[in-house]
């Protein structure tokens, strides 16, 4: 269905079948109906041209929104057997515990990799918003703060099951409210080579 989604999509779509599950493939349809425009580009596991760490399970580039960076845990509400202070999640993968993780930290310094990458090689200021989220398709919202309580771990760029066919407007809003600030309807197409160059030269647009 995903490969399907992709030949019919006018946005361009780099990756996509290094998608490794469900609801890795889950987000990156609901990016790539919700930024089908041709200038729209959703990358799924990219890796930076210099850098040798876990890339990010997607990264959306858009005119409107900017660059988002998204992280994916697809683990049900049972596979997580405890949240540590700060946010670091003990996950359970078949039947072992491993080391806590913070998603929300994982996620925002992938970001901040692209990002610095990026900026290097802008010959001006790099004035594009980048933002970060992880979703967990898998666990309700409401479910999440009856088993953590109501004031569990729950940063704004932690979405759930039923944030997924709303991603494309939360994602978007968030670009429109930084192209308000600067005063701007679309950010600048210049910008973007940056970001490109960032991921090497394995990404042609």
Not at 70 to 95: D, H, M, S
Not at 127 to 150: D, E, N, Q
Not at 174 to 181: D, F, H
């Amino acid at each position: 269905a995903l490969r399907e989604l992709v030949e019919k999509a006018e946005c361009r779509v780099f990756g996509h079948e290094d998608a490794g599950n469900a609801p890795q493939r889950a987000v990156l349809a609901a990016l790539i109906r919700g930024f089908d425009p041709p200038d729209a580009t959703v990358l799924c596991e990219p890796s930076l041209a210099r850098k040798t760490t876990r890339p990010p399970d997607a990264v959306l580039i858009d005119p409107i929104a900017g660059v988002h960076v998204v992280e994916v845990k697809g683990v049900t509400l049972g596979q997580i057997e405890a949240i540590e202070p700060g946010g670091l999640l003990n996950i359970r993968y078949g039947g072992l515990v491993h080391p806590p993780k913070n998603p929300v930290a994982q996620a925002r310094n992938a970001m901040f990799d692209i990002r610095d990458a990026a900026a290097r090689s802008c010959t001006e200021e790099l004035t594009l918003p980048f933002k970060y989220w992880v979703i967990m398709p898998s666990i309700g919202r409401a479910a999440w703060s009856w088993r953590w309580g109501g004031g569990a771990f729950a940063p704004p760029e932690l979405l759930f099951t039923e944030d997924l066919p709303h991603l494309a407007g939360i994602i978007r809003e968030a670009g429109q409210r930084a192209l308000a600030n600067q005063g701007l309807q679309r950010w600048p197409a210049d910008q973007f080579a940056s970001v490109w160059r960032a991921f090497g030269d394995g990404i042609v647009v």
